[in-house]
């Protein structure tokens, strides 16, 4: 996936990238409204193109390395529908422990 300026990120933007920085704008998506505005923030308060360009994609990559970070930490939902499956095979397990137990007890009880 690439941003405004044909870098690689991982937003989602399309992979077919229109560069909309000279002349029409022909789709945006959300990161690229965001980096656009950024970037013509940047131009109106006198900032030199090369380094508004720069500025924006420094802020896109520690984004990305934000958005990283979380995804490493967050679950998905097949992470959550792997630890169902073993919450549901380890409490089956145990309830049969349990009634082997209770019938090896009373066995020997009696």
Do not use: C
């Not at 789709?27 to 940047?42: P, S, V, W």
């Amino acid at each position: 996936m690439y941003n405004l300026f044909g870098t690689k990120s991982h937003h989602d933007t399309p992979k077919a990238m229109k560069h909309v920085l000279s002349g029409s704008v022909g789709f945006l998506t959300r990161g690229m409204k965001m980096e656009l505005e950024i970037y013509n923030a940047f131009i109106k308060a006198g900032v030199s193109e090369p380094e508004a360009k720069a500025a924006v994609e420094s802020i896109n990559r520690e984004i990305d390395k934000r958005y990283s970070l979380h995804a490493q930490q967050l679950a998905t939902k097949g992470d959550l529908a792997e630890a169902k499956v073993e919450i549901i095979k380890w409490t089956i397990g145990s309830m049969l422990a349990s009634v082997g137990l209770f019938a090896t007890v009373t066995k020997l009880w009696h």
